[in-house]
């Protein structure tokens, strides 16, 4: 029978062989999709270079330019040749703040996302694939949780908890997450009611074996599609709580650039410099976030492929 | 005998629940929310990690005579379930403990500030409902032309945009005045200080000291609403209804309005309601960006002392605010369509 699809001269494959095929094939014809997306490789574009700018800031600039005690440059200069985006209201140099804080933007954007993703989809399959009183009770606290509003919960639990990257990704980490519980729920309410869920459970397959094996690789993709969108929004909320004062006081980060130029008056005495740059920053990368967030989303969704 | 068949009512394929069940079963499931929030507002601040009255007094407590007092003051050193009865009690009774900033009682100085927030943000939301929802009708009925490609394009960017940074972006430019140009709009507060408010003089200048932040929060909340539209309207016009309707010799116009926009409105509905949540957010940095004596600044003032009560109380109101509110479209929208009474 498996020898229909491969031509009778060759051995027939193993199963592994079989999947392994089937995975490659299936990642070149969600890449060829993806790449159709001008907005989405834009935005992996960009995100690749912030990455880089991330990964390499100590080769391109001197780390020396975060300590107060070594700023060498005076009290908010203008952009000049050695400076190219000027100084800090301590003569720092800002472009060197501004590639040392994407380190800080991406570290807590992914790091939340990750503790989000891991409690909405534990929490949405379970409430897909539980019945009766545990399902009803899960559905229930993600929706109280949806209704939570989030940034007055955030600036509680930043105060309770205390300041710290940790911290902060703990926050929004867990305020995101019931969003995708709903998502992820939804979606594993349909895969239960296919017909090879079915045909697994009349073989016997326990409740674990349906979720681990059946429904956790199915829901994979658009986990991975919400992922991306929810790295978005959680950098703009790390930009957010470090601007009201609750990021980590011993790390620069783009919204803690921009508290301190809120602070000192950089919008009265012009400082433009201190407060465009971080701003495009975060903008730029949110933007890239949520561009190929809506592609991949587009590759994992056919529904949505027309649009 | 076939008239007999026909007479008889067809059995019902899924029973659907009047109104008024409706009505039951979902402020029934707000106040299931509502308990959760003063549940969760209650352990937040009462089982801290360590000790609370360590942690609430912060270095203003050395010797155990104070801090014996601070407990016995807050009812800490009653059992938890106890202190959980005394707390809702109080709730209750509009009794949120005082500032420890202000040396006033928290529900005082919620009244005070509710109605800043509730002009602002009030304001903004039907601002950037309408703005946000035309946009996107446009752009979804006129998908790929320039006006789609350039506001899709815009309201990404506003959506990738912290608000409160536009807020500053706007301040500097139209408020302060970029280079020879001088700013014309009021970089912040309220009103004048010297202005009575009741009167005429008063309003106006109220209404121009808030151009500045209603423009920054609505093209912060336009955004969704747009986004969501364009996309809920995309997937109505491939339907066969509108075929029909255009078969029938309807102009475009009718067609869009009568048919296609009716139903996108709907799950535009459904998000919006999810938002409230973020609409608060924003009357927090907004008004802190602006210095506008509402909610939000107040609790953004408590975070420096921390004033807990505060943070307590203001969190009580917005979550209170949010359920209310999506009670509020969640009636609305079963009204509108009675296929979600099921």
């Known amino acids: 029978m498996t020898a229909t699809d491969s031509p009778p001269t060759a051995a027939p494959l193993s199963a592994a062989a079989l999947t392994r095929r089937r995975r490659a094939a299936s990642l070149r014809r969600n890449w060829a999709l993806f790449r159709s997306h001008r907005s989405g490789l834009f935005g992996l574009t960009l995100l690749l270079l912030f990455v880089l700018l991330a990964v390499c800031a100590p080769l391109l600039v001197d780390p020396d330019g975060l300590d107060l005690t070594k700023a060498t440059g005076t009290v908010l200069q203008h952009p000049t040749q050695k400076y190219w985006l000027g100084t800090d209201d301590s003569g720092r140099p800002i472009l060197t703040l501004l590639i040392f804080g994407s380190r800080v933007s991406l570290f807590v954007g992914l790091f939340a996302t990750l503790i989000s993703m891991v409690i909405g989809t534990v929490v949405g399959l379970l409430s897909g694939f539980l019945e009766g009183w545990g399902a009803r009770i899960l559905f229930r606290i993600t929706e109280w949780f949806l209704v939570l509003p989030f940034l007055p919960l955030a600036l509680i639990l930043a105060t309770v908890l205390g300041r710290g990257l940790f911290n902060i990704s703990l926050v929004i980490g867990i305020t995101s997450w019931p969003a995708t519980a709903l998502l992820i729920r939804s979606q594993a309410l349909s895969i239960r009611e296919r017909p090879y869920l079915e045909r697994a459970r009349v073989l016997g397959a326990g409740r674990w074996h349906q979720i681990t094996r059946h429904a956790l690789p199915n829901v994979m993709p658009m986990v991975f599609a919400n992922t991306t969108l929810t790295v978005a929004a959680a950098i703009l909320t790390e930009t957010t709580l470090s601007f009201l004062g609750l990021g980590d006081p011993t790390r620069v980060s783009w919204g803690s650039m921009l508290d301190s130029a809120f602070s000192v008056g950089a919008i009265t005495t012009g400082a433009w410099w201190y407060i465009v740059p971080p701003g495009v920053c975060v903008v730029l990368v949110v933007l890239a976030f949520t561009l190929v967030g809506q592609a991949l989303e587009d590759v994992f969704n056919p529904r949505l492929r027309e649009r | ?342």
Do not use: C
């Open chain 2, 1 to 342: 005998m076939s008239q007999v068949i026909a007479s008889q009512p067809a059995p019902p394929v899924a029973r659907r629940k009047s109104y008024g069940r409706y009505v039951g079963a979902k402020v029934l499931g707000a106040l299931g929310s509502l308990v959760f929030v003063l549940v969760v507002n209650f352990f937040l601040f009462r089982v801290l990690p360590g000790d609370p009255a360590r942690t609430l007094g912060r270095d203003r407590l050395k010797s155990p005579q104070d801090l014996a007092n601070f407990r016995k003051e807050y009812g800490l050193d009653q059992s938890l379930p106890h202190q959980f009865l005394t707390y809702l009690q109080n709730t209750f009774t509009g009794h949120l403990g005082d500032s420890l900033r202000y040396r006033v009682p928290v529900s005082h100085l919620i009244e005070q500030r509710l109605w800043p927030t509730l002009l602002l943000v009030g304001t903004s939301t039907i601002l950037a409902m309408l703005l946000g929802i035309w946009i996107g009708i446009v752009g979804a009925w006129n998908r790929g032309r320039t006006f789609d490609r350039t506001s899709t394009g815009i309201t990404l960017t506003l959506y990738s945009m912290p608000e409160w940074w536009l807020g500053l972006l706007l301040i500097a430019v139209l408020g302060v005045g970029l280079g020879p140009l001088h700013g014309i709009f009021p970089t912040g507060q309220l009103h004048s200080s010297d202005v009575d408010v009741t009167s005429l003089k008063g309003v106006l200048d109220t209404a121009w000291h808030l151009v500045l932040p209603v423009t920054t929060l609505t093209l912060a909340y336009l955004a969704e609403y747009s986004l969501v539209m364009r996309s809920s309207l995309l997937d109505e016009i491939g339907e066969d209804y509108l075929t029909t309707a255009r078969a029938k010799g309807l102009r475009d116009v009718y067609v869009r309005r009568r048919h296609a926009v009716r139903n996108a409105l709907l799950p535009t509905t459904t998000v919006s309601a999810l938002s409230f949540g973020f609409v608060v957010s924003g009357a927090i940095t907004i008004e802190t960006v602006f210095s506008i004596p509402g909610l939000g600044l107040l609790s953004q003032e408590a975070l420096s002392t921390p004033d807990y009560w505060v943070l307590q109380g203001t969190f009580l109101v917005a979550a209170a605010g949010v359920i209310l509110a999506n009670l509020v479209v969640n009636l609305v929208y079963g009204l509108l369509d009675p296929r979600v009474r099921t």
